[in-house]
């Protein structure tokens, strides 16, 4: 079989369909023996005037999201199929720094992510982040539906 995708990025937005999306990277990750990085962007607009510590933010957020996510990713590193399995967590404005600092460097022949994008903003911002990756993206992008 000829492995077409050999790093895998899971955006993870921390809405319904977060496990979803883990779930699926880390299948594909398995069939394709890909390195896989799951990535979270902490929105840091509501925070920005308040003189916020992104570091300490983005730090706790990685956290939870290691226990959030903590069978499935266990799972992920255990599995042999899975060369390295990476979380990665930054601050900063959601579609910018996750096609910037995590996307763009981690250099992904797919994109996984969630179809509603960020849903737990209180506010409303124009379009999702899977229409955003899907036109600024040149790899593929697989749009993860809410069951």
């Known amino acids: 079989m000829h492995h077409e995708y050999k790093r895998v990025f899971a955006a993870l937005d921390g809405g319904k369909t977060q496990d979803l999306v883990a779930e699926r990277a880390i299948q594909i990750a398995a069939a394709s023996h890909a390195d896989l990085m799951l990535g979270h962007v902490v929105d840091s607009i509501p925070y920005e005037a308040a003189g916020t510590d992104f570091a300490a933010l983005a730090e706790e957020m990685h956290t939870q999201l290691e226990e959030s996510l903590g069978a499935l990713l266990e799972e992920a590193r255990n599995n042999p199929d899975i060369p390295s399995v990476s979380v990665v967590v930054k601050a900063g404005r959601i579609t910018?720094?996750?096609?910037?600092?995590?996307?763009?460097?981690?250099?992904?022949?797919?994109?996984?992510?969630?179809?509603?994008?960020?849903?737990?903003?209180?506010?409303?911002?124009?379009?999702?982040?899977?229409?955003?990756?899907?036109?600024?993206l040149r790899c593929d992008v697989l749009v993860v539906k809410a069951r």
């Open 96 to 136: 910018e720094t996750l096609s910037e600092q995590l996307i763009d460097p981690f250099n992904p022949d797919i994109v996984v992510c969630g179809e509603r994008g960020y849903s737990n903003i209180k506010y409303v911002f124009v379009g999702s982040v899977s229409t955003y990756l899907i036109r600024n």
